[in-house]
């Protein structure tokens, strides 16, 4: 798949594209059925709820979960990032974010790479969100909201929340918030939020300033958020574990289209347990002659 002049310029101007069905119900079938066994490991790459056993986040499955290992490396994916990019990617990281029926918990406005830029010390804006829905996304169930074009702003003035919710996050002041939106448009089109059926895919723009509610209704929200980085710009720093922020920047080599459906062999190294080496962190710049 090869993003067209148009939606090149769509992205351009609003900062995202939705793809709704680009994965058929079949091929999210190998991943939904995948993920209550994930989420009912006691490791500290589960995230849950603030006050709840409910999983908020699952980081890093593809490094040791055969459907999503695959679909780290899918080529419907991964291909028109490379090209918009112009060069190869890694995972900079993988999250199977629950937002569970009743308990799911919101996430305050911000920008992702203002997180990767303050704690990871990744050198600019070259990396995409990608966003793949396993449940279908109503107006019920906490859907990412957007603000178009808040990603022209580059990086804002961000605080780190570490209270609101279970994972901190660098969130944006509402007065800055209320002042995007009403620039992008108020009530007519300030906010959107992309919905659809399980298997839709969203690749946004890392400075794309979003958010999602509670999710209130009786419907899961499980949706994957990947974060494919351009290898040149990998992260300076390994501040946060190597489960939420990686450290192989080998480039992604891609599937076949049909990898979700046949059997392809992939690498696991984390198919027996996270190593002791991973949870461990360092405020120590890398030395980037070695890691060039
Ligand atoms: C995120 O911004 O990383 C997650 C938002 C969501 O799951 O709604
Ligand atoms: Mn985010």
């Not at 067209?4 to 351009?12: C, V």
């Not at 995409?128 to 107006?139: C, H, K, P, R, S």
Request: net charge neutral; glycine share 6%.
């Amino acid at each position: 798949m090869q993003l067209s002049a148009q939606q090149l310029e769509q992205f351009d101007r609003e900062g995202y594209l939705f793809f709704p069905r680009l994965f058929t119900p079949d091929e999210t079938k190998t991943l939904i059925d995948a993920v209550p066994a994930l989420y009912a490991r006691r490791e500290a790459y589960n995230v849950r709820e603030k006050g709840s056993d409910a999983v908020r986040t699952n980081f890093a499955a593809h490094m040791y979960s055969e459907p999503f290992a695959k679909l780290a490396r899918h080529p419907r994916m991964v291909k028109p990032v490379e090209a918009l990019f112009g060069e190869k990617l890694y995972m900079h990281q993988f999250k199977i974010n629950g937002k569970m029926a009743f308990e799911g918990d919101v996430w305050q406005w911000h920008q992702d790479y203002g997180t990767w830029k303050n704690d990871d010390l990744m050198p600019t804006e070259r990396a995409m969100n990608v966003a793949i829905f396993l449940d279908d996304v109503n107006e019920f169930n906490g859907p990412l909201m957007f603000i178009p074009g808040s990603h022209k702003k580059g990086v804002i003035d961000a605080k780190h929340d570490l209270t609101t919710t279970s994972y901190p996050l660098w969130t944006v002041n509402h007065e800055l918030i209320a002042k995007l939106v009403d620039r992008a448009g108020g009530k007519q089109g300030g906010i959107v939020s992309p919905k659809g059926p399980a298997g839709s895919m969203i690749l946004f723009h890392s400075c794309l300033v979003h958010a999602s509610s509670a999710n209130l209704s009786p419907f899961n929200r499980v949706s994957v958020y990947l974060s494919l980085c351009a290898v040149s710009n990998h992260i300076r720093r390994h501040k946060r574990p190597e489960y939420i922020a990686h450290r192989d920047f080998t480039p992604i080599e891609c599937l076949p289209d049909d990898c979700l459906l046949k059997d392809y062999a992939v690498d696991l190294p984390w198919k027996h347990g996270v190593p002791e080496s991973a949870l461990q962190t360092s405020l120590d710049v890398i030395d980037l002659k070695v890691a060039a």
